[in-house]
């Protein structure tokens, strides 16, 4: 069944940022603000040992992970570079009284 997180404040998710949340399982997710809107993915990219909130650098809705250069599209979690092919995970966003929570 679906758990609902309270993660931190929608205004700590700033645009061109990439915020780093943890999850009560003991991951990390990295929340990003795209044209207003608010989009969570898994922290860890999936191609190795690197957090997307630590190392990445977003530019539009794409991330790219600085440590070999692989791409991921935020709103979907889809690899859009090389050498990422596995889907980032993302979750549900919804803000509640300015806060952001996320379906786990
Ligand atoms: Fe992210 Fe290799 S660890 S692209």
New binding site residues.
Partial sequence: MAETVVLCAADQVVEGEIKQAPLPDGTNVALYRIAGMIYATADM??????S?AE??IISGKIVE???????FDVTTGEPTGM??EIPLKTYPVTVVDGQVQIEV
């Fill in positions: 990219c999936t191609h190795g040992e690197a997307l190392e990445g992970c600085t440590f070999h250069f692989g791409t050498p990422c």
